[in-house]
């Protein structure tokens, strides 16, 4: 598994946005929680947008499940995605970091 910091920042002010499209976002994230995707999420401070952690196969993995967030397909966020190998984490994470994970190179 690799994991991944994903910033999603509002390019547009967040009263604009339809109610129903922030929380059907939330309603996403919930799911990649009870799917084991995502571990974290929750918006940035000031409120600009919202940071998630998250593990998935690959990349492309990644950018097929951004691809059903709202938000990012209305064109009300842009999101930046940034991988990175976990080395140091708390026993409570045992099982969903892969303390291997650096020494998968592909994809």
Avoid at 43 to 60: D, F, M, N, Y
Avoid at 78 to 101: K, M, N, S
């Amino acid at each position: 598994m690799k994991h991944f910091i994903i910033t999603a920042s509002f390019k547009v002010p967040i009263e604009s946005i339809e109610e129903g499209l922030i929380q059907e976002h939330f309603e996403i994230l919930q799911r990649g929680c009870e799917q084991g995707h995502v571990l974290l999420y929750g918006p940035s401070r000031p409120e600009a947008g919202t940071i998630v952690v998250a593990r998935v196969e690959s990349r492309e993995k990644l950018l097929e499940i951004l691809n059903s967030v709202p938000l990012w397909k209305t064109g009300c966020v842009a999101i930046e995605i940034r991988e990175f190998v976990p080395v140091h984490y708390p026993a409570t994470l045992q099982g969903w970091v892969d303390p291997l994970g650096f020494h998968h190179t592909e994809g």
